[in-house]
């Protein structure tokens, strides 16, 4: 059985620019993407915290440490600029694998800079 972890997040990230009319897909600095370990061309699912829209795209790397955001193509009617969005890439692993794995959990701040890193989410209070 296969089981599917978060792989990977970034979290609260600022889009920098909307591009309608590029080819589909979410451009992201490259030093982020690795940082979350996503790779190119893998598939993300990315959900609006300012509007509530969640939608799935592909990752492309955009210059690397220019902390760049570009929600592209029929995805761009979904966010605007300055809203902040979670990030995220999926991995199937099975049971054993599993247990012993740790996402790379990477925080943004307001200049899509790595504020820090993590790889577990601290359990939910009340």
Do not use: W
Request: aromatic residues 6%; neutral net charge; proline residues 2%.
């Amino acid at each position: 059985m296969l089981i599917t972890l978060l792989k990977g997040k970034l979290h609260k990230a600022h889009v920098t620019h909307c591009e309608l009319e590029y080819e589909g897909s979410c451009a992201i600095d490259t030093q982020l993407l690795k940082a979350a370990g996503i790779l190119p061309f893998e598939q993300i699912q990315i959900y609006n915290v300012d509007n509530g829209e969640r939608f799935v795209t592909y990752a492309i790397e955009a210059e690397v440490g220019s902390g760049v955001i570009s929600v592209n193509g029929a995805a761009a009617h979904k966010a605007a600029v300055g809203h902040r969005v979670i990030i995220c890439a999926y991995a199937q692993l099975d049971a054993a694998e599993a247990r012993g794995f740790s996402p790379k959990l990477v925080y943004l701040d307001r200049d899509n800079r790595i504020a820090r890193t993590g790889g577990h989410i601290p359990v939910q209070a009340a």
